[in-house]
């Protein structure tokens, strides 16, 4: 439902376009003296109370009614000219600047067209109203109209604008929000791969001192409880990381390779490793990560779920890749060797698989021989992303939503600059010659009161040449062309100004055998 106050504004916007366009209505009615207040002031000023605020909703039909007061205007005797052209015009801009397709309006204003060339035809109209009706009234259609769209076009461009510049700063704090939530991922996910790999470590020791026969059974369940109590937290720790997405590439490791499997060595986990292969100068940093979350990941799950059992972890460099493997045999006293998705939520193995994927490798997990593998290679160079051009899709996704938005409104605009230079063009191209070819028909059949005072009866033609235009007047009406004439003669008209809008009075010289018989001034009304 509309708003009240967009309701007022709109009243008062149509009262004061109905106020400017009746007061040029008034002033034109004086100006030409009319004779019927009523036709000629009161129903205009009805049609335009009617058509101002029909504007709002069928904009074509009020320029189709105001035009209806320009045609009318044709029957005017004394000239076509009245100041409802105003009225059309403003009417006209109007439907450019609140009709957003094109097809519509230009049907509008040719059926306007139509309908003013059809009054001519009907009224009989002499050729000055015609000149009239295919120059003065197109106008008044055509480049209003063009200047409507001009200006919808500016509008909606500084809408469309303000509507990119509040996405975007509302993309900018959602920006903010996912580089916390990134931040705070990070945290948790250097919590899940060091903090759980160290409290893993903790409850291997912790049991292998349960073992010990120097304790008390007091002693032994306190190390058991203890134990428990690791384990526990493990899986806390486990479940509080789980909801949260590995973010991508993390920031140097704080120790090696070597430093882990030392570690875990020293804390009596069985490691075998061996580094296989050469490798020029340095690993890539993030290669070098990457092999430090598999062996730490897949050393967490073979404590974690085949306590005891042997650990063997292979590193090959090879020409362009690494290969690392990490194998654990089955668990001591009979325990089943770790499958990657005990007790735990797997989360971890689907982390470090993203890890993998994300650099452009590739990892595989499942069970061997009689315990469980884990192997990723690892490219030294990562492949480079597909690059995308704006307002095309593939791989990467569809296009951003400004890319495509650009895209609409430059084609939107290129229509708009042609349909404002072909219309004016075509409009040219059909009006112009019409028009150009009556006004020097007009204009070069005038003679001049001074001249026509100069021209005596009974003088023959070649002594009057020099006081004759070039050419008659090819357009009289038809009741001055029937007007008597003297027996036997052929009668001439000529203009006496050259005033193309208004009607003047003509002169009539009749000649028989080269010789002047009459010569007679006709009035205009």
Same mark, same amino acid.
């Given at each position: ?94 439907? #450019? ?65 303000? *509507? ?13 929000? *996912? ?96 580094? *296989? ?34 650990? *063997? ?152 040449? #020099? ?59």
């Amino acid at each position: 439902m509309r708003q009240p106050h967009i309701r007022t504004r709109h009243v008062l916007t149509d009262t004061a376009l109905w106020t400017v366009l009746a007061t040029a209505t008034g002033y034109g009615f004086r100006d030409a003296g009319g004779d019927s207040p009523v036709l000629d002031l009161l129903l205009p000023l009805a049609v335009l109370a009617v058509a101002v605020p029909l504007s709002r909703l069928r904009p074509g039909a009020a320029v189709f009614l105001v035009n209806g007061l320009c045609a009318a205007g044709l029957a005017d005797s004394a000239t076509p000219a009245n100041a409802h052209v105003l009225s059309l015009a403003a009417l006209s801009c109007l439907l #450019g600047a609140r009709t957003a397709r094109a097809r519509g309006p230009l049907a509008v204003l040719a059926a306007s067209l139509a309908a003013d060339l059809a009054a001519c035809a009907v009224l009989g109209v002499p050729a000055v109203w015609w000149f009239y009706a295919l120059t003065v009234l197109p106008t008044a259609l055509l480049l209003p109209w063009l200047a409507g769209r001009h200006w919808r076009g500016r509008r909606e461009l500084v809408r469309e604008g303000w *509507r990119l510049a509040g996405s975007l700063e509302e993309r900018q704090h959602l920006v903010a929000e *996912r580089a916390r939530l990134a931040e705070r991922a990070d945290i948790a996910a250097d919590m899940h791969d060091s903090l759980g790999h160290v409290l893993s470590l903790v409850a291997l020791r912790a049991g292998a001192l349960e073992l010990s026969p120097d304790l008390t059974d007091r002693d032994r369940a306190d190390v058991a409880e203890l134990r428990g109590t690791i384990a526990d937290a493990v899986e806390r720790l486990r479940e509080t990381v789980a909801v949260l997405h590995e973010p991508g590439e993390q920031g140097p490791e704080p120790d090696t390779v070597e430093d882990l499997l030392g570690r875990a060595v020293a804390s009596g986990v069985p490691v075998r490793w061996e580094r *296989r292969g050469t490798f020029t100068g340095t690993l890539p940093p993030l290669v070098e990560r990457g092999t430090y979350r598999v062996v730490q990941e897949a050393l967490t799950n073979a404590v974690k779920h085949a306590p005891g059992g042997r650990v *063997r972890v292979g590193i090959d460099h090879g020409p362009g890749r690494t290969r690392v493997s990490v194998v654990n045999a089955a668990a001591r006293d009979g325990e089943p060797a770790a499958t990657g998705a005990g007790a735990g939520s797997g989360r971890g193995l689907t982390g470090l698989r993203e890890r993998v994927t994300v650099l452009g490798g590739t990892l595989r997990t499942g069970p061997y021989q009689d315990g469980f593998r884990v192997t990723a290679v690892l490219p030294h160079q990562a492949p480079p992303r597909p690059v995308r051009r704006p307002g095309t899709t593939g791989a990467a996704g569809p296009a951003p939503e400004s890319a495509e938005r650009h895209v609409e409104v430059r084609r939107a605009a290129r229509r708009r600059a042609l349909a404002a230079f072909a219309a004016p063009a075509a409009a040219a191209a059909f009006f112009v010659p019409a028009a150009v070819c009556l006004a020097w028909q007009l204009t070069t059949g005038v003679l001049p009161p001074s001249r026509f005072a100069g021209l005596e009866p009974g003088a023959s033609r070649t002594d009057l040449a #020099g006081l004759l235009p070039a050419r008659a007047f090819p357009y009289p009406p038809d009741h001055l062309r029937s007007a008597p004439r003297p027996a036997g003669a052929d009668c001439e008209f000529y203009r006496s100004g050259r005033d193309l809008l208004a009607q003047v009075d003509l002169y009539r010289l009749c000649w028989s055998d080269g010789v002047l018989v009459s010569k007679d001034t006709l009035k205009a009304t």
